[in-house]
């Protein structure tokens, strides 16, 4: 079942310009992903924060998770156009992910 | 190392055929991961494997669907019979031990006439 909900659903932004989307969930969690999907591809790993992290970055990702919200964010600072994609954030009980519907970003030059 | 490998890439069938899709997961991985997505219902679990054992099915969607892992370089999604609302696209993903990071393969697009 769809656990987590990304907002928002599109996202359109200029090259240079900083992206923000965010992702809720709905129970407990071991950890949180966030993967891209570029257009007729497979999923891509961006990045995992544990449920003790507040906080983490690779990059130009920055992530942060608020586990009392049951909320996560994924900053994409100084984007370029290839950062066009869908963005998906995965929540984690046990083994299995659970995927939101994604935003879409596009990033225009 | 090639990814994890899908085939077929696109498939086209008619309603009522049967339709199998194969996998072949990264070598050294364990844990095997069959999705399904369409516009609607986004990415959605249909069964997963762990050292060639299926651990949850509980997202296969009905008995026309069906998965196999008799190896631990090989799997198969198979749907007898196919009907229209059948049509996704459906993707493979393999993980090491111990790690919850997923690698997907490209995904077999089908349509289900």
């Known amino acids: 079942s769809q656990q987590g909900e990304e907002d928002p659903q599109a996202l359109s932004i200029q090259e240079g310009e900083n992206a923000t989307m965010n992702c809720s969930y709905k129970?407990?969690?071991?950890?949180l992903q966030w993967y891209r999907q570029n257009s007729g591809r497979g999923l891509v790993h961006l990045i995992l924060?544990?449920?003790?992290?507040r906080e983490k970055h690779s990059g130009r990702l920055r992530v942060t998770l608020d586990t009392s919200k049951k909320s996560s964010s994924l900053l994409i600072t100084a984007s370029r156009a290839a950062d066009t994609a869908s963005y998906f954030c995965a929540s984690i009980s046990g083994y299995a992910l659970n995927f939101g519907k994604g935003t879409s970003l596009l990033v225009t030059p | 190392d090639a990814g994890v490998i899908q085939s077929p890439r696109h498939e086209v069938t008619e309603m009522g055929q049967e339709v199998t899709l194969r996998c072949k997961p990264i070598s050294g991985h364990n844990s095997l991961f069959w999705y399904r997505q369409t516009m609607m219902r986004g990415l959605e679990l249909l069964i997963y494997?762990?050292?060639?054992?299926?651990?949850?099915d509980s997202g296969m969607p009905e008995d026309r669907f069906s998965a196999k892992m008799p190896n631990a370089s090989f799997s198969t999604l198979k749907i007898q019979p196919s009907e229209p609302r059948d049509s996704a696209v459906y993707f493979c993903a393999s993980s090491l031990p111990g790690s919850y990071e997923q690698y997907f393969g490209p995904g077999t697009r089908l349509t289900v006439t």
């Open positions: 129970t407990s969690i071991n950890n």
């Open positions: 494997f762990n050292n060639n054992v299926p651990i949850d």
């Open positions: 924060i544990r449920s003790n992290e």
